[in-house]
């Protein structure tokens, strides 16, 4: 692949690409056009060209995109060509839900470890992996080469469980509590916001009520 910068916009799009192919290489499809891959993904073709474009052009003429190769490359650049492990603070209603769900590990991120500082949680397992006490929290990050921790608990409690995570060597922070996070350069964060998506379809539910009223 050339080794040059791609845009932003490009790299925030390729998540979405790497799940179609991913949900084509499961269909056991080989090859697909991009005017096949538009279709199915509600982007124009030529936007489908430009983006893939970057990774050295893979679509050839009258054949269409590699898709396992495609899938592979967006991968190495999404960082998934190693398995990452993880971590879940916080094993209330979201941090369960999280860990309760299989989907991660797909695409290569391994939970290892969940905490919780309420003793009445410890030792209750979900899916096989049991809930400790933070007092474990930073040995747990070095002896299992923990990369990325999901923070799922009290907004007031964030900045002092993520100091906690950078002291241990955390790398990233996948943060849900409604706080930013002002880290260290090396500590990466990225934070989530279910309701901005909700936000966003009430917007379009109303824009479109709007237009359909005029
Ligand atoms: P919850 O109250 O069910 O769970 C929070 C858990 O964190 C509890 O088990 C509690 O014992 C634990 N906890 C509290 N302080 C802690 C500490 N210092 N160290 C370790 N564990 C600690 O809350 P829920 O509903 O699971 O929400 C968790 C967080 O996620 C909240 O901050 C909430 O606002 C946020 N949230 C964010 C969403 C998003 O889209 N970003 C969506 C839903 C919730």
Redesign the pocket.
């Known amino acids: 692949m050339e080794d040059r910068e791609i845009s932003r916009a490009v790299i925030g799009r390729l998540p979405r690409y790497y799940r179609y192919l991913g949900e084509l290489l499961d269909e056991g499809v080989e090859r697909i056009s991009s005017s096949d891959l538009s279709k199915k993904m509600h982007v124009t073709a030529s936007q489908i060209r430009q983006d893939l474009n970057n990774f050295g052009g893979f679509g050839q003429q009258g054949y269409g995109y590699n898709v396992k190769y495609l899938h592979t490359e967006i991968g190495k650049i999404l960082g998934l060509s190693h398995t990452h492990n993880i971590i879940i603070?916080?094993?209330?209603?979201?941090?369960q839900a999280l860990a309760n769900y299989g989907g991660f590990e797909k695409s290569g991120f391994i939970l290892k470890g969940i905490?919780?500082?309420?003793p009445r949680?410890e030792g209750v397992t979900i899916r096989g992996i049991p809930i400790r006490r933070?007092d474990e929290l930073r040995s747990f990050i070095r002896h299992h080469e923990i990369e990325i921790a999901a923070l799922?608990?009290?907004?007031s409690?964030?900045v002092?469980?993520a100091d906690i995570l950078v002291e241990g060597g955390i790398q990233g922070i996948w943060n849900?509590?409604?706080t930013d996070l002002i880290l260290p350069e090396n500590v990466i964060v990225e934070?989530?916001?279910?309701?901005d998506s909700l936000l966003k379809l009430s917007y379009n539910i109303s824009s479109y009520n709007h237009e359909s009223e005029k």
Request: proline content about 3%.
């Open positions: 603070i916080g094993a209330g209603n979201l941090g905490f919780d500082v309420n949680l933070m799922t608990i009290p907004k409690k964030a002092e469980v849900f509590a409604h934070s989530v916001h279910l309701a």
